[in-house]
């Protein structure tokens, strides 16, 4: 039974996390690097402590978290902070007896989790995972604005797990919340945050990339906007499009696509996103060899 979490990373997921197990009911640690952060915990009533003042004999949680940031510099994900907490970790684990279980709840490529933080824990614990402690992958989908609330009402959890043991002992964690739990691969959750983060990046570009030509040409963006809410299926309907269907095909999409292209480009609009959209389809189009009678043009 789990009673004792750590946390690995006391930023705003970390934070956020921590206090909300806290409520219910778990008894809950801190680990980081920031003294300020740490001593702020402190004064707040929580056990916390850096890397350098954490006593290695006396880690006797059941569950860690990290919860660690993940930067990206200069186009590349920094990996350095999940690989130091991991080799901590690995540190402390060389002490204790009995199963444990690894939570990675930062966002990390696919693969990350078993080539890395796995690998990283095995080397210098001496362990072997799925053996001696278990790993899952728990994605956040917290707004940072409105993390801590968040995490106390999350829409689901995603459980990626090493084995079924290591999934249900983190599961068990989740039972007080209302949320539905799903239990996939550590890759396929960790690959399922970014899918999640870059499909919101992308219906916000494609509203930006529309909203610019509407105001061009004096048009309400804004009460367009609102309509196609009510109206696009692709809005009210959350499993449109995601089926593995193939490109688009038909009547409407493809010549619309290219009609609404070909007048922007004409106007010198920017509508750097309808092209790529058009290309992808052309691509896979031409790579499943199928062909579409309404398709009245080629950008590639």
């Known amino acids: 039974m789990v009673k004792k979490?750590?946390?690995?990373?006391?930023?705003?997921v970390g934070q956020a996390t921590g206090i909300v197990l806290k409520e219910n009911g778990f008894e809950v640690c801190f680990i980081g690097r920031n003294q300020e952060k740490i001593d702020k915990l402190i004064k707040e009533g929580f056990s916390a402590h850096t890397f350098s003042t954490f006593p290695d004999h006396q880690y006797d949680f059941d569950v860690t978290f990290i919860t660690v940031a993940?930067?990206?510099?200069?186009?590349?994900?920094?990996?350095e902070p999940i690989r130091a907490a991991s080799k901590f970790l690995g540190g402390i684990l060389a002490f204790r007896q009995e199963y444990h279980v690894v939570v990675v709840k930062s966002t990390v490529l696919p693969g990350t989790t078993e080539n890395l933080v796995i690998k990283e824990i095995e080397a210098i614990s001496g362990k072997t995972a799925g053996r001696d402690f278990g790993v899952c992958m728990n994605p956040?989908?917290?707004?940072?604005?409105?993390?801590?609330?968040?995490?106390?009402?999350?829409w689901l959890t995603l459980i990626g797990e090493l084995d079924e043991k290591s999934g249900a002992v983190l599961e068990s964690v989740y039972q007080k919340f209302a949320?539905?739990?799903?239990?996939?691969?550590?890759k396929e959750a960790e690959m399922q945050k970014y899918i999640h983060n870059i499909y919101n990046a992308v219906k916000i570009t494609f509203y930006n990339e529309m909203r610019q030509i509407a105001k061009i040409n004096g048009l309400d963006a804004e009460k367009m906007f609102k309509i196609n809410a009510l109206s696009c299926e692709g809005m009210w309907n959350s499993r449109y499009g995601i089926r593995d269907a193939g490109p688009f095909l038909g009547h409407c999409l493809p010549k619309d696509t290219q009609a609404l292209y070909n007048w922007a480009e004409k106007n010198n609009y920017d509508a750097s996103l309808l092209k790529t959209t058009i290309e992808v389809?052309?691509?896979?189009?031409?790579?499943?060899?199928?062909?579409?009678?309404?398709?009245?043009?080629?950008?590639?």
């Open 5 to 12: 979490i750590c946390i690995i990373g006391p930023g705003v």
């Open 70 to 79: 993940t930067p990206t510099v200069d186009g590349k994900i920094d990996l």
């Open 140 to 154: 956040e989908y917290l707004r940072e604005v409105n993390a801590l609330e968040d995490s106390r009402k999350p």
């Open 179 to 186: 949320s539905p739990i799903f239990h996939c691969s550590l």
């Open 281 to 300: 389809n052309n691509q896979l189009m031409k790579k499943l060899n199928l062909k579409n009678a309404h398709v009245i043009g080629d950008i590639l």
